[in-house]
């Protein structure tokens, strides 16, 4: 089991911003990518966004295009979710995960091996 550390989520008021992290060991870097969903109860898990380890392609939802932004730092092996602009709508448990192949489907969820405990988000209108 690879171990997935997310951290950031919170509750923050609508038009805010919140920053949400995702540690990954050194072993994901044999995987092509990681990336966020979300999930609200009830409901199936959403893709967000994805960036690939190697060059940093970045694959982005229509939903929160323009108003989030992932980044990767290799060298702490820690993926950042930086969020504006915050809706009520992106309330959810965000989750990160890793992407084995670069054939794959992005938003679907059986494209990923390993997943985070994930980390709410909550936003207040």
């Known amino acids: 089991q690879v171990p997935l550390v997310e951290s950031g989520g919170g509750l923050v008021q609508a038009a805010g911003s919140l920053r949400l992290s995702c540690a990954a060991p050194g072993r994901t870097f044999c995987r092509y990518a990681l990336v966020w969903f979300r999930q609200v109860s009830g409901k199936e898990r959403e893709f967000v966004v994805g960036?690939?380890?190697?060059?940093?392609?970045?694959y982005y939802a229509d939903s929160v295009k323009g108003r989030f932004t992932i980044s990767r730092d290799n060298a702490k092996n820690t993926v950042y979710l930086q969020m504006n602009s915050l809706k009520p709508d992106d309330t959810a448990v965000y989750y990160c995960?890793?992407?084995?192949?670069?054939?794959?489907?992005?938003?679907?969820?059986?494209?990923?091996?390993?997943w985070g405990q994930g980390t709410q988000v909550t936003v207040s209108s």
């Open positions: 960036i690939t380890w190697n060059n940093g392609f970045t």
């Open positions: 995960a890793t992407k084995p192949s670069r054939f794959s489907d992005w938003a679907a969820p059986t494209s990923y091996d390993y």
